[in-house]
C-alpha cells in the first residue's frame, strides 16, 4: 500500500522562462515534487517555503465524525494486513487537522515505546472515551481487532446521526423563537417611536393595549443595557452551575424529559442510544459490569447515568439486568422484555441491536411528525408577536376614524 501524503501549499520565487523575476503558490506533496512541477513549467526556482498555516488551521478541533473515520480507517488498514504502527503512520500523514495528526503520532509513539493500542489510546481521554477504549482493548485481547474497530466506527456514526438529528430538531424552535424576539425588539425599538409621535398629536385617551406597548418600548429603549445583562447573567449562571453542580443539572435533565412533545423525543433517543451501547459491549464480549459505566456515560442524561449506576451495582450483586432495569421505572416494557428474552437465551447482543433499531426509527418518525408541525407553530409564534404589534399601533388610528366619523 502506497503512502499517503498531505498536500501543502508552497510559497516560492524564481526566474521564468523569460527571464523574469516571479513569484507564487503551488500545492504538492513535498519539496521535492513542488521543485518537480516548477522546472517542469520552465521555472528555476531560488527559493520554496511552505506557506504558513493559520492559527485556526492549526488548532482546530478535533471532532467525533474524525475519530470515527480514524476507526474506520485502521479497521481497513489491519484488515489488509498493514501492520499497527505503519498504518498509524499512514493514517496520521493522511490528515488535514494538524491536531489529529499530532494525535496518531502521540499513540504511535506510545505504541513503539511498548504500549497496547488500548493503553496508548486512554493517555487521551478528551478523544477516546471509556468505551472505545474498552473495545479496543477486549479487541486486542481476542485478536479481533479490525473487527471491533468497525464496529466502534458503525457503532459511532449510529449514534451521532440520532443525536444530530435531536439537536437539529430541538434548536430549530430555538432559533425561531430568538429570531421572533430580535424582530420584536427591532420593531419595539425603531417602529413603535416613530407612532408614539403621531399619537401625542391626537390629544385623545389611547387603549390600554397600545399604552402597554409604548411603556414596553420605552422600557426597551431606556434599558436594553439591563435587558441584555439579566439575559446574559441568567444564561452564564445556567451554564456554570450545570458545569459544577450535579444536583442543578440532574434537575435540569428531569426537565427536559417532562417537556411536551421534546421530551418524548428526548426519551426515546436515550433509550436507542443505552440499547445500541449495549449491544455493542455484549457483541465484543466485554463483561457487562465493566460495559455498563460505558453504557451510562452515552446516554447522555444525568438521570439515566445514575440509573445505570445504580444497575451495575445491582448486576455486580448477581441481580438479572432486566429485574434491575425494571426497579430503576425509567425504561420501557417492550426493552425489559427483550433483554428478558436476551438474558434467557443467550442472545442478550443481538436482542439489543433490534430494540435500538426498533427506537431509532421511532426517533425518526417523532422527527417527521415535529418537521410537520413547526411551520404553522411558526407562523402562530411570527404572526401572533408581529400582529399584535401592528393592533396596537393601529387601534388608536381606527379609533380617531370613528371619532371623526
Excluded at 416613530?194 to 387603549?207: N, R, Y
Excluded at 426537565?255 to 440499547?275: D, H, N
Aim: glycine share 6%; with cysteine; net charge positive.
Amino acid at each position: 500500500m502506497n503512502k499517503t501524503e498531505t498536500t501543502i501549499e508552497y510559497r516560492w520565487s524564481g526566474i521564468d522562462k523569460h527571464h523574469q523575476r516571479s513569484q507564487g503558490l503551488i500545492s504538492a506533496k513535498n519539496p521535492t515534487q513542488a521543485r518537480v512541477e516548477l522546472k517542469r513549467m520552465g521555472i528555476s526556482v531560488i527559493s520554496i517555503k511552505a506557506k504558513p498555516r493559520s492559527w485556526l488551521a492549526k488548532h482546530q478541533p478535533i471532532k467525533t465524525k474524525d475519530i470515527t473515520l480514524f476507526a474506520r480507517q485502521l479497521a481497513t488498514m489491519l484488515e489488509a494486513g498493514v501492520p499497527l504502527v505503519q498504518s498509524l503512520e499512514i493514517i496520521s500523514r493522511s490528515q488535514t487537522k494538524p491536531s489529529m495528526a499530532r494525535l496518531l503520532l502521540a499513540v504511535k509513539t506510545d505504541i513503539e515505546n511498548g504500549d497496547s493500542l488500548a493503553h496508548a489510546l486512554t493517555k487521551h481521554p478528551m478523544h477516546f472515551d471509556k468505551l472505545f477504549c474498552d473495545l479496543v482493548a477486549a479487541g486486542e485481547q481476542a485478536g479481533v481487532l479490525e473487527t471491533l474497530l468497525d464496529k466502534i466506527a458503525s457503532y459511532k456514526e449510529k449514534i451521532e446521526t440520532i443525536k444530530n438529528k435531536v439537536k437539529k430538531a430541538l434548536s430549530y424552535p430555538v432559533a425561531v423563537i430568538i429570531v421572533a424576539l430580535i424582530v420584536t425588539m427591532i420593531l419595539l425599538m425603531f417602529v413603535v417611536p416613530v407612532f408614539e409621535d403621531l399619537f401625542k398629536s391626537f390629544g385623545a385617551e389611547l387603549p390600554l393595549f397600545t399604552k402597554s406597548v409604548l411603556a414596553l418600548s420605552m422600557m426597551i429603549q431606556n434599558q436594553w443595557w439591563l435587558i441584555v445583562a439579566i439575559m446574559g447573567t441568567l444564561g452564564y449562571s445556567i451554564s456554570y452551575f450545570k458545569q459544577r453542580s450535579q444536583r442543578f443539572k440532574h434537575r435540569l435533565d428531569q426537565l427536559l424529559l417532562k417537556l411536551p412533545v421534546f421530551g418524548a423525543l428526548i426519551e426515546k433517543s436515550i433509550i436507542a442510544r443505552f440499547a445500541r451501547t449495549l449491544g455493542t459491549v455484549c457483541t465484543a464480549g466485554v463483561p457487562l459490569v465493566d460495559g455498563l459505566m460505558s453504557v451510562a456515560g452515552a446516554c447522555g442524561n444525568l438521570v439515566y447515568y445514575n440509573a445505570v449506576l445504580k444497575i451495575r451495582e445491582d448486576v455486580a450483586t448477581g441481580l438479572p439486568l432486566q429485574f434491575s432495569m425494571q426497579q430503576s421505572g425509567l425504561f420501557p416494557h417492550l426493552l425489559m422484555q427483550m433483554v428478558a428474552i436476551g438474558e434467557a437465551s443467550g442472545t442478550l447482543d443481538s436482542m439489543l441491536i433490534k430494540v435500538a433499531n426498533y427506537y431509532e426509527s421511532e426517533v425518526d418518525n417523532l422527527l417527521d411528525q415535529l418537521n410537520s408541525l413547526m411551520e404553522p407553530m411558526i407562523m402562530v409564534i411570527l404572526g401572533g408577536l408581529v400582529g399584535s404589534l401592528i393592533v396596537a399601533m393601529y387601534l388608536p388610528i381606527f379609533q380617531l376614524g370613528t371619532i371623526i366619523a
